[in-house]
Nanobody
Framework: VQLVESGGGLVQAGGSLRLSCAAS????????MAWFRQAPGKEREFVAS???????DYATSVKDRFTISRNNARNTVFLQVDSLIPEDTAVYYC????????????WGQGTLVTVSS
């Protein structure tokens, strides 16, 4: 499975971005899709995930500001990031896992989001 993210960039605090991730290859339509992020000097952390049926889960730190969605016909997942703060600065990674597993088996190359104060 190949995952290609896009949509990162430099934005001022309070601004918004929409991240996209397209999956190809041996991607199953009922795979879960998720976003993780890694800030400079920190470990990678979970941001949000979504099932093929639309059930979503969020990290507490982003729950009221970020929205995950997906287009099953295009094997694409999106992350709408609003009300950005400098602490959201990170490389954002797309990942997928089988519905029956908790392990993410494929990762994208990441897209950088930089939030200036």
């Amino acid at each position: 499975v190949q995952l290609v993210e896009s949509g990162g960039g430099l934005v001022q605090a309070g601004g918004s971005l929409r991240l996209s991730c397209a999956a190809s290859g041996r991607f199953l339509s009922n795979d879960y899709m998720a976003w993780f992020r890694q800030a400079p000097g920190k470990e990678r952390e979970f941001v949000a995930s979504i099932s093929s049926g639309g059930t979503s889960d969020y990290a507490t730190s982003v729950k009221d500001r970020f929205t995950i969605s997906r287009n099953n016909a295009r094997n694409t997942v999106f992350l709408q990031v609003d009300s950005l703060i400098p602490e959201d600065t990170a490389v954002y990674y797309c990942a997928v896992r089988r519905r029956s597993s908790s392990r993410y088996y494929a990762w994208g190359q990441g897209t950088l989001v930089t939030v200036s104060s």
